[in-house]
């Protein structure tokens, strides 16, 4: 799909015109069960777990966008990968990235692990390293491309190729990119889950988990899990996603161009030791990512150096705003090593790369000058705090 009609898909993809009242809006069906109008005679809708009209709607959208077979629709990103996990069961290990999203290694390590499921870590932008840890049991490598915090870019074609000689699936966390700048399931992915909450519904105001699957197969797989897990996404969280899902484009061509510009701003910047973000040029990934995806995103994340206080840092902002999320219209900024990577060692972290002065942005919408003199008035009090100027 062209970036032009994937813009069109995204105003008129799966809902047209509602056919009896004309309304633009696909309406939000607040039902939790539907009139059967004839006793054994199969309807559409019947019980909202296990299809409602608006969700319906967004599964058709989100599967369009992501040239999908199926999409289906949770109530959060971490529903979504547990109903994916489902396909799994005893015996079965998965291959997954050292900075997989810490959420996604919790549900593997301390549940999924009771079903005998089990993971291994590998280097997936090594192709070598990935192909030497495959070993019979492994049916699936769970990848995120970029990842989060330290953005390494895994070849996701690449990938497939390897996991398909070993008749394993991949199943790509697309949370960071979005369908605008990244489709996995058309570089060789066989499954595409996303934490909605992020680009997707864009305003951080719900909470929400998508999948979309390649195949017939793993559609029927996929659906008999979700009405029998139940962890479905409600109506009005449709529509929201629905209505983010519009802008998506605009969004995310503002929010790469104004990451681009900071990286490379703060690479230059006196008080930053390294830049984290695969749009830079001088970047590791850079070569994969511009193959892959047609743009970086708007996550970075850097070093601070040693004349800054990291507290000073944070409290000095006032416009970006220091919080968990992403993705959305406001910029945010985290401390991985003490917010999102706190439950991981700290020897953990040092093998991901993520240092307890390393920082990380999402940037949002807000002016790009509003967000550099941010920044800098945060740098101005850090160094000023540890020259014993500051409060
Ligand atoms: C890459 C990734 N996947 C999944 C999740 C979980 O999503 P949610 O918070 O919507 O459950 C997150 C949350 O931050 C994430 O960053």
């Not at 390293?129 to 049916?139: D, P, Q, V, W």
């Not at 960071?176 to 990244?182: E, I, R, T, V």
């Not at 990577?341 to 020897?347: I, K």
């Amino acid at each position: 799909m062209t970036k032009d009609q994937f813009e069109t898909t995204l105003i008129h993809g799966a809902f047209g015109v509602d056919g009896s009242t004309g309304a633009l809006t696909a309406p939000i069906y607040q039902t939790a069960t539907y009139r059967q109008f004839e006793l054994g005679v199969e309807q559409p809708f019947d019980y909202s777990r296990a299809g409602n009209p608006t969700r319906r709607v967004l599964e058709q959208q989100i599967a369009l966008l992501e040239e999908g077979h199926s999409g289906y629709a949770f109530a959060s990103g971490m529903a979504a990968i547990t109903a994916v996990l489902f396909l799994f069961g005893g015996g079965d290990e998965i291959l997954i990235p050292c900075d997989l999203y810490g959420g996604s290694f919790r549900l593997l390590n301390t549940h999924f692990k009771n079903f005998g499921v089990t993971w291994r870590i590998v280097d997936t932008t090594d192709p070598v390293a990935l192909e030497a840890a495959f070993s019979a049991n492994t049916k699936a490598v769970l990848l995120e491309t970029p990842t989060n915090p330290t953005l390494q870019v895994s070849d996701i074609a690449e990938v497939a190729r390897i996991a398909h000689r070993h008749g394993a699936l991949v199943i790509a966390d697309n949370t960071f990119l979005s369908p605008y700048l990244q489709r996995p399931l058309a570089l060789g992915a066989d499954i595409v889950v996303h934490s909605a909450t992020k680009y997707i519904g864009g305003h951080n105001d719900v909470l929400a988990g998508l999948v979309v699957v390649k195949t017939p197969d793993l559609a029927e797989r996929l659906l008999l899990i979700q009405k029998s897990s139940g962890g479905v996404l409600g109506p009005f969280d449709c529509y929201l996603l629905l209505r983010g899902l519009k802008t998506l484009a605009i969004r995310m061509d503002r929010e790469v161009e104004s990451a681009t510009v900071i990286a490379h701003w703060l690479k230059d910047h006196s008080n930053v030791d390294r830049v984290f973000y695969p749009g830079l040029e001088s970047d590791r990934g850079y070569a994969v990512q511009t193959r892959q995806a047609s743009g970086a995103g708007g996550l970075l994340s850097f070093e601070l150096n040693e004349a800054c206080s990291l507290p000073a840092f944070f409290s000095a902002m006032r416009v970006i705003t220091l919080a968990e999320s992403l993705g959305s219209v406001e910029s945010m900024a985290c401390h991985p090593a003490t917010m999102s990577h706190a439950s991981l060692s700290p020897e953990m972290r040092a093998q991901m790369g993520i240092s307890d002065r390393l920082v990380r942005l999402a940037i949002g919408l807000e002016g790009i000058e509003s967000l550099k003199e941010d920044l800098e008035g945060a740098f101005a009090a850090a160094v000023a705090k540890i020259a014993g100027k500051g409060d």
